[in-house]
């Protein structure tokens, strides 16, 4: 059974930071590469980062450049997204995505940015 588990959400003031992880299960996690999306109310569904299957190479959506680091540990089957400097604009649900020859989607983490 294929699961992605965000954690890491919540309630943070401007300028501050959050780390969110997405645990991986049933499937063959290093073969796959990962995603975090995120989807704020009445907008659609935006790439944040995106990182290959063994970590050589990651991408970042304009808007995140130089705050935003994904990583990722295969050997815990895990993905991480480090968010640095927060804005009220990153309010969204964040979602891990993996994609390979399937894609699979977590349930979502919400991330709320407010003073």
């Known amino acids: 059974q294929v699961q992605l588990v965000e954690s890491g959400g919540g309630l943070v003031q401007p300028g501050g930071s959050l780390r969110l992880s997405c645990a991986a299960s049933?499937?063959?996690?290093?073969?796959?590469?990962m995603s975090w999306y995120r989807q704020a109310p009445g907008k659609e569904r935006e790439l944040v980062a995106r990182?290959?299957?063994?970590?050589?190479?990651?991408n970042y959506g304009d808007s995140v450049k130089g705050r935003f680091t994904i990583s990722r540990d295969n050997a815990k089957n895990t993905v991480y997204l480090q968010m640095n400097s927060l804005k009220p604009e990153d309010t969204a649900v964040y979602y891990c995505?993996?994609?390979?020859?399937?894609?699979?989607w977590g349930q979502g983490t919400q991330v709320t940015v407010s003073s």
């Open positions: 049933g499937f063959t996690f290093s073969s796959y590469a």
């Open positions: 990182i290959t299957s063994a970590g050589a190479v990651t």
């Open positions: 995505k993996a994609s390979w020859v399937f894609a699979y």
